[in-house]
């Protein structure tokens, strides 16, 4: 599913807290971060004249097996890791059921028209406002798609009645792990993912290091389990990445390089 939003319609999920601390205004005098906001608004209006947001996701009937997790419509596999020298030991396919059938998984992306980024280029303050407003941008798509799949397309919260506080506080049932995150590092399962949902259509092409252009992209997976939590994966011993590699179909080198061990 490809979803365009207007600009309108995802500054309501922008969380501002990350805003302010991009530009280092956390904590300071509540008269900084206003006139930064009114200025960001400002430059929101303008942006909204001329440019969009864009999302794709898909649902997919998934079960794990040991560390993996199944996508049962295509049998793809999506690797993932375990925490290691921790107790308890997690890893994201924990929150998947083992049984086929009997369990659900989103995968997505979301990013911002890439022309956003080259706006203002020769004005250093006007590009870097820009581009902090963009990467808000495309997590509040997230944000917004995130919602409307709990309430909606996959359902299982159909009641959810939160405020904007509370979701970006995640009160809400479920995570939403991204990539090159703690609990997902592996950046190159970017490539996994833009063979199942195609990027391109949203705009996004990867670079031979599986980061994502524009720079204000993001991808992930969806989990309802309602004891998911978030986690950090850390060191990732020898013989883990030995496994891991061979679950990705890589070299060790390469498996290396992409988790910056």
Known sequence: MKIDYAIDEVVPYVNWIYFFHAWGLNGKPQQERDALRAEADEMLCELSRRYQTHAVFQLFRAHSEDDDIVLEENN???????????????????????????????????????????????????????????????????????????????????????????????????????????????????????????????GIRLTENGMMRPHASVSGLMLSHPQARYFEVGRVGEDQLQDYARRRGMSVEQMRKFLKQ
Not at 104 to 121: K, N, W
Not at 182 to 189: C, E, N, R, T
Request: glycine fraction near 4%.
């Open 76 to 202: 793809r596999r999506l690797p993932m890791l375990r925490q290691q020298n921790q107790v308890p030991s997690l890893c994201l396919a924990d929150f998947i059921r083992t049984e086929v059938g009997s369990d659900r998984i989103g995968l997505f992306a979301a990013t911002v028209d890439s022309e956003m980024e080259q706006e203002y280029a020769t004005d250093d303050y006007l590009r870097l406002l820009v581009q902090t407003l963009a990467d808000r941008l495309a997590e509040a798509t997230v944000e917004r798609i995130h919602e409307e799949v709990r309430k909606k397309w996959w359902g299982y919260a159909p009641e959810e009645k939160l405020s904007m506080k509370q979701m970006h506080r995640e009160e809400f049932q479920g995570i939403r792990p991204a990539v090159g995150y703690p609990s997902l590092p592996d950046v190159s399962l970017n490539f996994l993912l833009d063979d199942i949902l195609d990027m391109k259509q949203i």
